[in-house]
């Protein structure tokens, strides 16, 4: 027959710090909240470092620290959140305001950081969970112990209870990171996709005003090519144009000459024709044939004369 142990009047439990070790209690948590990264058992090990210095590993477990710290953190969002139309006081809870320096950052340093590679390894100053003492009746009327060293079966159960709580927890907790991180990466592969799509279109933008750009080079390397044949006919025409100035300003020289020369026949044939014996008879009549010869003879003059 199974006789059910008596229930132990001595279990501690993580309410009943007194003030100054709950002040050191979030001070210690705030400070080194860079070691609950969220990967499983980081937050036991790290609240064993926490307790194991603080010196109050021999008072809570890790589970009823990590209880104990949510509860803080749920009467405090309670009251800095309040639901609307309900109206609370903040001030009439004693930790709130250092609850409020904890969760804005304004604690940090104000506990000494502690490191997590000790408590990892050595866990003798942390509680053992015993196996539970069962006591069995035999034929005889006589008790009998059939597993010893087992001093309080309600509190192994507690302790056991707490620490399965605080992994699930701690399971939930990094199943809920991975799935944050999880979503952060999808979006921000939608996004990186939606960056590609538009430096795509861009290229493809820079690309056409490349092909349009060296359309335009085209058509004025083809201008300026057009210029060069234009300018090269002007200089063409140019050049005619002073070769003809020169031939008529030759051709101007030899009839300003020959101007100059039919100006000294005229006057030759005048100042002859005046002193000749002929022109002051009125009785006689000059020979025609006298007349017309001095025109032939003004031309066989132009004609035998030097230039």
């Known amino acids: 027959m199974y006789t059910a142990p008596a229930t132990p009047q001595n279990v ?3 309410s009943e710090l007194t003030d100054e070790e709950t002040t050191k209690f979030i001070k210690w948590r705030a400070t080194n909240c860079s070691l609950f990264t969220g990967r499983r058992n980081s937050s036991k090990l790290a609240w064993r470092a926490i307790l194991k210095e603080t010196g109050l590993h021999g008072k809570m477990s890790t589970a009823q620290a990590n209880k104990k710290w949510e509860n803080l953190k749920k009467k405090y ?5 309040p639901l609307p139309g309900i109206a609370v006081k903040p001030e009439n809870w004693p930790w709130f305001k250092l609850m409020d320096d904890a969760m804005e950052g304004r604690l940090e340093g104000s506990a000494p950081v502690v490191s997590i590679s000790s408590v990892a390894i050595n866990n003798e100053d942390f509680p053992h969970h015993p196996k539970p003492r069962k006591r069995a009746i035999v034929s005889d009327g006589s008790e009998i112990e059939l597993v010893v060293n087992v001093e309080d079966l309600a509190q192994a159960d507690e302790w056991n209870g707490l620490e399965r709580q605080c992994d699930q927890e701690e399971m ?11 979503a952060a990466v999808e979006s921000e592969k939608g996004l990186l996709e939606r960056e590609r799509m538009v430096l795509d279109r861009e290229r493809a933008a820079l690309q056409r005003e490349l092909a349009a750009l060296d359309r335009d080079r085209a058509a004025l390397e083809r201008e300026k090519a057009s210029v060069e ?3 090269a006919a002007v200089d063409r025409d140019r050049a005619q144009l002073e070769k003809d100035r020169a031939i008529m300003l030759r051709q101007r020289e030899a009839l ?3 101007m100059g020369l039919g100006t000294d026949t005229s006057t030759l044939n005048t100042s002859v024709t005046s002193t000749s014996p002929l022109s002051h008879c009125p009785h006689t009549c000059p020979a025609p044939h006298l007349r017309t010869s001095l025109p032939a003879l003004t031309s066989l003059y132009k004609t035998t004369a030097p230039l």
């Open 172 to 182: 939930e907790q990094e199943r809920a990171q991975l799935d944050s991180d999880r």
């Open 12 to 14: 501690p439990h993580a």
């Open 77 to 81: 969002k309670e009251l800095k959140y």
């Open 256 to 258: 300003h000459r020959d």
């Open 229 to 231: 044949r234009e300018r």
